[in-house]
């Protein structure tokens, strides 16, 4: 049973253009969610993260924006740059002092064309 | 450089063969954990370790030994390894922070075919 499930599979979007990344959840116990970038050969890096208390954390191009009733969240990239073509995993934990396992979706291969 | 590293890399084997994939991570973290990422199925936890001589089940430890003697290492042990184990494998260590949430380091991978 896939606990976070992640749209679309694959995202093509022209360079300057917004990438929307969603992503939702069905455990409510889920109080944790960062999303994770990753290049071919490389691990998966954090990228930003987010608390369910707040709706909308930025960082720089990147900002998820998240919907607690809707158990939904989202991951927009503005101006998107050729450099920003990657793997892009939502994950969600609960930070409960036991196992910090991440729950990770499916992924999304994001390609920026120029 | 702060950095969790495994090895190999890269390793082709044959079933039944047993194989050790290593991990060491230099940030002195207390947690780490391996997962194997499929295609379509995203990651998903093999098993994990809060600290040294404590290790669990993730949710596909089937095939699958761990052991954690000193904090730094946390190799992954495929005692009879099939041809459903092939996969790509990451370590991670994680660094509590903040808010009582854990930020996960992930290791470079290592790319395991079981023929």
């Known amino acids: 049973q896939q606990q976070v499930k992640q749209s679309p599979q694959s995202l093509i979007v022209q360079k300057g253009g917004i990438s929307i990344i969603n992503c939702a959840y069905e455990?409510?116990?889920?109080?944790?969610f960062p999303w994770y970038q990753q290049f071919p050969g490389k691990g998966p890096a954090l990228l930003i993260a987010?608390?369910?208390?707040?709706s909308e954390k930025k960082e720089g191009r990147f900002t998820i924006s998240f919907n607690k009733s809707a158990k939904q969240f989202s991951l927009h990239i503005m101006d998107s740059q050729p450099g920003d073509s990657a793997t892009y995993f939502c994950?969600?934990?609960?930070?409960?002092?036991?196992?910090?396992?991440?729950?990770f979706g499916t992924g999304t291969r994001l390609t920026i064309i120029p | 450089e702060a950095q969790v590293t495994q090895n190999p890399r890269y390793l082709i084997t044959v079933t039944g063969k047993k194989l050790t994939v290593t991990c060491s991570q230099n940030?002195?973290?207390?947690?780490m954990s391996w997962y194997r990422q499929d295609p379509g199925l995203g990651l998903r936890q093999i098993y994990y370790?809060?600290?040294?001589?404590?290790?669990d089940k993730g949710d596909v430890p089937e095939g699958y030994k761990v052991s954690r003697k000193e904090k730094r290492n946390f190799p992954l042990i495929l005692e009879s390894p099939s041809p459903n184990q092939t996969s790509l494998y990451f370590c991670?260590?994680?660094?509590?922070?903040?808010?009582?949430?854990?930020?996960?380091?992930f290791g470079p991978g290592t790319r395991l075919t079981v023929t």
């Open positions: 991670a260590s994680s660094l509590r922070v903040a808010g009582g949430v854990y930020e996960q380091y």
């Open positions: 987010i608390r369910p208390d707040v």
């Open positions: 455990n409510t116990a889920f109080d944790y």
């Open positions: 940030m002195n973290h207390e947690y």
């Open positions: 994950a969600a934990t609960e930070s409960n002092f036991g196992n910090e396992k991440l729950t």
């Open positions: 370790s809060m600290n040294v001589e404590v290790t």
